[in-house]
């Protein structure tokens, strides 16, 4: 991954309380991840960071839309994402980013980059399974969707053939029966 300056707050500098910072999330972002699970992304970052005297706190909060293809078939579609994350970094003697919730920068650091907790932020909003929204109301026509259409259509047949029975052995079974 490219680090990106656009993505590095410097907090040495800022005052005690809350600083707001706003980004607008394109594909770019994501190329230098080396993600591409997408074409298209137009996702809104804010971040609130608030300076306290020890440590640091950082909301991040996003809205937006990814275009991704459709599990069952295959036609791409904007898909609404919204999520928020919240980070506390503290200060000591060695980085530390195990924990997902809390970072130690080494004292004398001057500045974070946010953008891997971006990234992980709008990459985990996103559903494991994307269905595209013209399947669940059936406005969707494609050529996959009449394929399943017409394998339903088989698929019943099949099974009345099943249920109908030779006559023939109907009459063995009631012998059976007839005991």
Known sequence: MK???E????????????????????????????YDEFEKCD?????????????????FKHNGTVNVPCDLTGEPFDLPIKGKIRLVVQFGDVFNDEN?????????????DIAQYIYEMIVLSIPFKRV???????????????????????????EKKEHETDPRWDKLKKLLTDK
């Open 3 to 5: 680090v990106s300056k």
């Open 7 to 34: 993505y590095l707050i410097p907090f040495i500098g800022l005052k005690l309380g809350k600083h707001q910072f706003d980004y607008q999330i394109d594909k770019t972002f994501f190329d230098r991840f080396e």
């Open 43 to 59: 996702v809104k970052v804010d971040v609130v960071l608030e300076k306290k005297t020890t440590m640091l706190e950082l909301h």
């Open 100 to 112: 997902e919730e809390l970072l130690i920068l080494p004292h004398g650091e001057h500045q974070i």
């Open 132 to 158: 595209h929204p013209g399947v669940k109301d059936g406005s969707l026509k494609s050529k996959t969707i009449d394929n399943q259409d017409h394998q339903k259509v088989k698929d019943k047949k099949e």
